[in-house]
């Protein structure tokens, strides 16, 4: 299922192995409600007493596996304890990224898993060139980063980089200060001897953010770091240590796609509009009043709906419920200074390029943003079409 910023269900958008649970069901479920209580809810890396946040790459095939097992087990009247049933799919999923399955499939054909190359090599070359240093912490093994930057950015891809460290162990690796260093050899054989700077060229594997730190004497501001998992890469670094961080979200380039579309803005524009008449006009109780405010309440929920199923038939756009920022939005924007689609994007800007903050409105500031929306003092497309209803 689907939840807000402010841990309310989407109706809509709850599953039962491969079939929706009716609405009614689902507040049920919840004694009268949408809404579940902060206890159950994930703590802070995702991972809550009862409910589980899936939110990055490898909760495709675990949420289409559980989805799939769960309707065979419905579908033939099998009984069976969920929690069996989610320890086994988890376990499944993890061993395939912790037993090295899913590096030697992607090894095996770089072509198709690996995206963005030449992208990538430009950036990283491009920042290197304007005085930039730059480091690389992965949980990957050493063979399998080695490979995967050779097809991307060369043979010569450590030089990009004043340190690399691999296995590190995230998002342990920023909390605890216990691991240390230790050097690989180019067969991926360990060093003894004990680590007093961090070399340019050479690959480091496990340490701890702390001996990092104190180390390179990168610290705070000044310091950007990219990951695509905000627990394991961004969180902590953010929050403990004030780095800057930017988060790498692959599906907003779809998102994007689809918010540029006159389907959407037309169809968004006209909610917006249906929601301010709604308010303004609820006063009005005679008959043919509530009649009317019937209608564009019927109109609306039906727009609602057409705007849902354009970025996924079940279950939406990934950063909104209907009005509302998802779950997963609230702590993207909370561990992440930017975010974007992929590190490519930063083509598009200058290195010495400043991005501002942009002034969204609060509640008691939005009547004013809507007057002007409807007024036209905001450009807004179609909103001519509707210069009828001021």
Sequence with gaps: MKIDAFHYVQLGTAYRGLQPVPDEEVIDLYGGTQHIPLYQMSGFYGKGPSIKQFMDIFSLPEMALLSCVVDHFLSHGLEFDQAHLYKDVTDAIRDVHVKGLMYQWIEQDMEKYILRGDETFAVLSRLVAHGKQLFLITNSPFSFVDKGMRHMVGPDWRQLFDVVIVQADKPSFFTDRRKPFRKLDEKGSLHWDRITRLEKGKIYRQGNLYDFLRLTEWRGPRVLYFGDHLYSDLADLMLRHGWRTGAIIPELER????????????????????????????????????????????????????????????????????????????????????????????????????????????QHEAPLWMDQLCTGCMKTPFLGDMAHIR
Aim: glycine share 2%; charged share 20%.
């Design 255 to 362: 998102e994007i796609r689809i918010i540029n579309t006159e389907q959407y803005m037309h169809s968004l524009t006209w909610q917006q509009a249906l929601t301010g008449l709604l308010e303004r006009m609820q006063t009005y109780q005679d008959a043919e009043s509530q009649q009317v405010l019937a209608a564009w309440m019927k109109e609306r929920q039906e727009l609602r709906c057409i705007t849902k199923a354009l970025f996924n038939a079940q279950f939406g756009s990934i950063f909104r419920t209907f009005h509302n920022p998802t779950y997963f939005s609230r702590r993207l924007v909370r561990f992440s200074d930017l975010y974007m689609a992929s590190l490519s994007c930063l083509l598009n800007y200058r290195v010495d390029f400043t991005f501002y903050p942009r002034r969204t409105p609060l």
